[in-house]
């Protein structure tokens, strides 16, 4: 009798919680685009009525969560490469939401401002660098004045989708870099201290007078931090603002989105710049997902690159799509199906 | 039933969950270092190696096995000798004070400290002075880590300390003194030899909570991946690794850090087991 009443109390609260989860959509992933995606969800569930909720665990276990199916949809700051795509147990699609960049600040008292060539940002992370004193450094920023100290490179410690940005574009700009350290959310670093979490190598920035790293934008704008201008492709030196990191996405992207928009080839791009990402099946029909289920998702994610949600991307300093980049993701979002039908008009 | 047998069952089931979980952790543990295993093989454990790089991946604990071990040597060494002192003082000389239950109470609150807060403070204070003594130019690295360490394990290796010191029985003092011993001279000849063991023991207590700490040495050894080249330098370790890079790690990496853990598992029981073992020989 006793069971009964137990069995029949735990049955009405499973029914429960289903009708709960047809308006409730639950993602996982990339924690660089985390304070975005907590306030365009909140401002969405406010206007929606359906329920968002985002776990910031890293972008390779929003992949992961994907791939289990435990979420509805997955976040990422490095697109899946095409082993990890056939890895997926169904095809999966990008939509790209917002970009970010990646800052290099310094401390050194009483400089200002000061210029990088990407010859000689990658020379001061290999290690070939060690003075802030360098000859390459004081010709390139005439007018410092350049202590004779010992330059402290400052990385991150944890993997990152910040350090595969800031890798990605070494890699691209630098043969040395390319073949000596590569490409990766962590390297190998040939110098320098690890620290935890933007926060982390900020606050090792702060402390260490000679020192240089690098920070995710979300955090450097947000904190106002100083950083260096860059020299870009088309030779420009550019600062990173939210402009010049829109600016990035304006060059030609593939039909996939999946691309990396470091050393962006446009005059105005700031160079170390990159997309993230929402991921999602392309047949939202599995594990017994309603249609409403994936409707609401896709809904969701729809309204993610409308103008009303990029408005609040950059409130949260990070760099709105350019108009073609949300116009590719709003048809990429109408190829997705349910059971073979679209779901989005 | 009676209440007897309900209680004996009660006690070998919970015992028998603690076996289990136990061992659910090592199967778990080495299920997903088997594809490091079979790549890396003893190679894993003798190569200072750890290149996460695509395509060239290839790891090896060597660097992170050393400085743990490193890490947590020199801080049980720096860490003995202040609870050795600070044990005499609230157990022996000064037992029964106010003075005494005020330092007591001190270093049992020092367990109690989270260690971000120890983290933050050897952040934000000790590196600095490390960077005044002009000893390393950023502040981080072993020695920082170590001294935290030691601070955090000085409680670990008190409490038992001052139990057994307490528990040497009067008597035995007594006589001594009643030879005209002097109170150096009782600690020497009566005190140590009675407390020997469960000072032993405590120390091995303090050194495997040195091994095992993460957040704190995470935020002030540096995180370069080689082998310490000295006491200033930079370097990692096998739990603060495992807290970086396992949130955004997959296939080999993942196993090869899952391996990492399983090794910390192995290193800590042979240390509890080295510990029964001195404590068997000596009581």
Known sequence: MKKSIVLVALLSLMA???????????????????????????????????????????????????????????????????????????PIVHIPTCSGAVVVAYNLPGVKQIKLTPTVLASIFLGQIRNWNHPALRKLNPGVRFPNKEITVVHRSDGSGTTNMFTDYLTKVNKVWHSKVGAGKTVNWPVGVGAKGNPGVAGAIHQTQGSIGYIGSEYAFAQHEPSALIQNKAGKF????VAST????????????RVMLT?????????????????????????????????????LIDWMVSRNAQGLAVKTNYAPLPAGVAARAKAILRTVTYKGKRILK | MNSDKILKRVLFFSSLVIILIAAAMVFSLFKGSLPSISKFGWRFLISDQWDPTQG?????????????????????????????????????????TKLASIVGTLVDLLAGIPSIIYGLWGFYILCPLVVEAGLSPQGFGVFTSALILAIMIVPYATSLSNTTIAMVPNDLKEAAYALGATRLEVIRTVILPNARSGMTASYILAFGRAIGETLAVTMLIGNENAIPHGLFSTGNTMASVIANQFGEASGLQLSALIELALLLFVITTIINAIGKYIIKKMG
């Not at chain 1, 550019?238 to 603002?241: D, H, N, R, S, V």
């Not at chain 1, 105005?268 to 997309?275: E, R």
Request: hydrophobic fraction near 45%; glycine fraction near 10%; charge should be positive.
């Open chain 1, 16 to 90: 429960l919680g289903n009708k709960v989860s047809a308006q409730s959509i639950s993602g996982a992933g990339a924690t660089f685009p985390e304070p975005f995606y907590n306030a365009a969800f909140a401002t969405y569930e406010r206007a929606a009525h359906a329920k968002v909720t985002y776990g910031g665990i890293g972008s390779g276990g929003g992949i992961r969560s994907l791939k289990d199916k435990i979420v509805d949809f997955g976040a990422s700051d490095a697109f899946l490469t095409n082993q990890e795509l056939r890895e997926m147990p169904a």
């Open chain 1, 246 to 257: 829109s600016a990035a996405g304006k060059g030609k992207i593939p039909a996939d989105t």
């Open chain 2, 56 to 96: 060239s991946e290839n790891y090896g604990a060597l660097l992170f096995i050393v400085g743990t071990i490193l890490t947590s040597v020199l801080a049980l060494v720096i860490a003995i000798p202040l609870a050795f002192c600070t044990s005499l003082f609230v157990a022996e000389y000064f037992r029964g």
């Open chain 1, 238 to 241: 550019i600062k990173a603002t």
């Open chain 1, 263 to 299: 050393n962006s080839s446009a005059p105005t791009a700031y160079p170390i710049a990159g997309f993230t990402w929402l991921i999602i099946y392309k047949d939202q029909a599995y594990n017994n997902r309603s249609f409403a289920q994936a409707q609401a998702t896709l809904k």
